[in-house]
């Protein structure tokens, strides 16, 4: 399917274990973006990525890894899951850093 | 620090006209941008301001005064399909993208 799409869609999880989230889009963008989404709160970048094998950290990066091995695909990884990362994941990509960019649907994670 | 500040929740009429604002004071500025969000959905790309004015697109406009950090989107002819959330964002000196928090539009028939 083209364009950006996000798996799992859903995913609960315990304290201490690791999560990889899946981001994949179809447009071949150079960008590409990992936010999370709090009630109360904005988006908050997490990590970015200009090209493949190039991602540098947003905001809130703490407890966050991420990689880039092809320009389509950019997993996030919680290494150890918290209760506060409990949150809504939103992967996003853009042709250039200057332009809108396009969001996948989410990946709602809860962290018991 | 690096702030965007919008109303938290609006309220208008099926068929009216709302203007919701967007204050900033972020470090640099290369760009304003309002998004729409549906309940549960992802984000939606709406306007892009760089420039002083107004920008028209359909039912939507989007205004910008740089000097006065300023921003509203306006909707004309509201439709029950507009209820949603609205964000603003500024892209900053580092073309990263600073987020309001977004405001709630709830539209009554």
Redesign the interface.
């Known amino acids: 399917d083209a364009g950006i799409t996000q798996s799992p869609r859903y995913k609960i999880t315990e304290t201490g274990r690791q999560v990889t989230l899946m981001c994949h889009q179809t447009w071949s963008h150079s960008y590409m973006f990992w936010y999370r989404q709090d009630l109360?709160?904005?988006?908050?970048?997490i990590y970015?990525s200009a090209a493949a094998d190039i991602t540098d950290k947003?905001?809130v990066p703490d407890g966050y890894v991420v990689s880039r091995s092809k320009t389509e695909n950019f997993p996030l990884t919680l290494e150890s899951a918290t209760r506060s990362q409990t949150s809504v994941y939103?992967c996003a990509s853009s042709e250039r850093?200057?332009n809108?960019?396009?969001?996948?649907?989410?990946t709602r994670l809860t962290v018991l | 620090g690096q702030n965007?500040d919008q109303p938290t929740e609006m309220t208008a009429t099926e068929g009216a006209i709302v203007q919701i604002n967007c204050t900033y004071q972020t470090s640099g500025f290369?760009?304003l941008?309002w998004y729409q969000q549906h309940a549960g959905?992802?984000?939606?790309?709406l306007s892009?301001n760089v420039l002083d004015g107004l920008e028209e697109k359909g039912r939507f406009s989007s205004f910008l005064s740089r000097s006065k950090g300023y921003s509203y989107l306006l909707l004309k002819e509201l439709q029950m399909k507009d209820s949603a959330s609205y964000?603003c964002?500024v892209?900053d000196s580092n073309?990263?993208?600073?987020?309001?928090?977004?405001t709630k539009l709830i539209i009554k028939p």
């Not at chain 1, 809108?100 to 989410?106: D, S, T, V, W, Y």
């Not at chain 2, 073309?95 to 977004?102: D, F, N, R, T, V």
């Open positions: 109360g709160h904005g988006l908050r970048l970015y947003g905001e939103f850093e200057y809108e960019q396009f969001f996948g649907p989410g | 965007i290369n760009g941008f959905e992802a984000p939606t790309f892009y964000l964002a892209m073309y990263q993208l600073i987020w309001g928090a977004g």
